[in-house]
């Protein structure tokens, strides 16, 4: 066995191959290696001139990895190489596991995404919108007025329940956001509720997509329905039988603090209000939008899982009815459901329950319509082809080049399958 066949051997071991679905291999897309060699010198270049330590991408087609690198070190401090048991901070990527689990609570009839969110957290009932209103010198003040409709299950997982991150030098609730110490780390989540539900939403529910806390209101829910900490549920629903093993929401075992990537040391701030956490440091909040860490491995166990309609292994998670449902757009015009000025879906997609989907074939390119994907702060990023029966999985940290990078490899993946 060469290296290479070795290497993939180990790879499908490490990714679980699985057979493709039925009649995909007939209309999807194939790599050309120069295509391929051309995304590997992208990334190259980037480590080399000096703005990331390392990375690794993924690229699953048919249940088999087609592309798998390893490129530079996990940390500039130790030198220590990129490897596949590399952990890293996910960030947003927790909102897809999140929604998948309350998406399981939705098939037991123990949740309905129609739910008002007041069923499980009563203080949401009391609930008031923030509108900033003029007076006749300019002073600019907040009133409080009444929920015109319930927050709903379906608002927290599509981002209209009102609920910002919060950000200096925006609008004055967001600003009471900003100042409420949501990411300290120190809360619980029924806490972490507590502070929320004392706030005013950003917006009337179901009229704007926001990003913000939903996905951690969300998972404050799972623990409220299950009686057990996300966590725990977490592991016993998909984390655990779907072998994640490196996934939680910090690094308990020393032993595994050298296998954590960092960003470069100038390159830590997440937003003007936190850096980079240190994921070393035991955590009380179980961030469903946020917290979780992994390694490349466990994410592709997830994105097969999702990418073969709910099953992996044999085992169900969800139905396929259950994920179409998550990937269709929940925000399309018959919605009526305005998009606020930061909407980090873009203009060629819409937004499902956890993730971005695409509505529209972005100009220039022959993308696959029905692509779903979201990323992390971080740097993360993860995007599922269905037409191409393709994942692909790119682990990074590096907080401000993020955007940039993305949007590159995913035009030079894409262009190396002729799209």
């Given amino acids: 066995m060469n290296g290479r066949c070795a290497l993939f051997a180990a790879l499908v071991f490490l990714f679980g191959a699985v057979g493709a679905r039925a009649g995909s291999e007939g209309r999807a897309h194939s790599f ?13 270049n980037e480590i080399a001139t000096g703005k990331l330590p390392g990375a690794i ?15 530079g070190v996990r940390d500039v401090a130790t030198e220590l190489s990129m490897s596949a048991d590399t952990i890293f901070r996910l960030y947003s990527m927790s909102k897809p596991i999140t929604s998948v689990l309350a998406m399981m609570l939705v098939e037991e009839g123990k ?12 203080a949401f009932a009391g609930m008031k919108v923030g509108v900033e209103k003029k007076a006749e010198d300019d002073k600019v003040s907040l009133e409080l007025e009444p929920l015109k409709r319930a927050v709903t299950i379906e608002d927290l997982m599509r981002h209209t329940a009102g609920i910002p991150y919060g950000y200096y030098g925006g609008d ?30 950003a917006e009337q529910p179901g009229t704007i997509w926001d990003y913000g806390h939903s996905t951690d209101v969300l998972g404050r829910i799972i623990e409220v329905i299950s009686g057990e900490s996300l966590f725990e549920f977490a592991k016993k629903r998909l984390l655990d039988p ?15 603090w050298p296998r ?38 466990d994410y592709a166990r997830f994105s097969q ?5 709910g099953t992996l292994e044999g085992r169900r998670y969800l139905k396929p009815e259950t994920i179409a449902l998550m990937t269709s757009d929940h925000i399309g015009p018959e919605t009526r459901v305005e998009r606020d000025k930061n909407y980090y879906p873009g203009e060629t997609s819409g937004y499902g329950l956890g993730f971005a989907v695409r509505i529209v074939v972005p100009p220039g390119t022959k993308w696959p319509l029905g692509e779903y994907r979201w990323d992390g702060v971080g ?38 399958m002729g799209r």
């Fill in 32 to 44: 050309t290696p120069e295509g391929l060699a051309r995304v590997s010198d992208y990334i190259r």
């Fill in 57 to 71: 991408l993924l690229l699953q087609q048919h249940g088999k990895p087609v592309y798998y690198e390893n490129f």
């Fill in 111 to 122: 949740l309905a995404i129609s739910d008002p969110v007041s069923k499980y957290i009563p």
């Fill in 172 to 201: 004055l609730v967001n600003k009471l956001y900003a100042d409420a110490g949501l990411f300290d780390g120190n809360s619980t989540n029924a806490e972490f509720v507590a502070k929320i539900t004392a706030l005013p939403l």
């Fill in 242 to 256: 779907l072998g994640m093993k490196d996934t939680a929401f910090y690094v308990a075992d020393p032993a595994k």
């Fill in 260 to 297: 954590i990537a960092e960003p470069m040391p100038q390159d830590r701030a997440i937003s003007p209000i936190t850096q980079v956490r240190d994921i070393r440091k035991p955590l009380r909040w179980e961030s469903g939008g946020g917290g979780l860490v992994g390694t490349v491995g």
């Fill in 305 to 309: 899982m999702l990418l073969n309609g």
């Fill in 379 to 416: 740097g993360t990023f993860f995007f599922i082809d269905p037409e191409d029966d393709l994942f692909g999985i790119f682990m990074v940290q590096t907080p401000s080049q993020r955007g940039r990078i993305q949007l590159a490899l995913k035009t030079l993946i894409y262009q190396a």
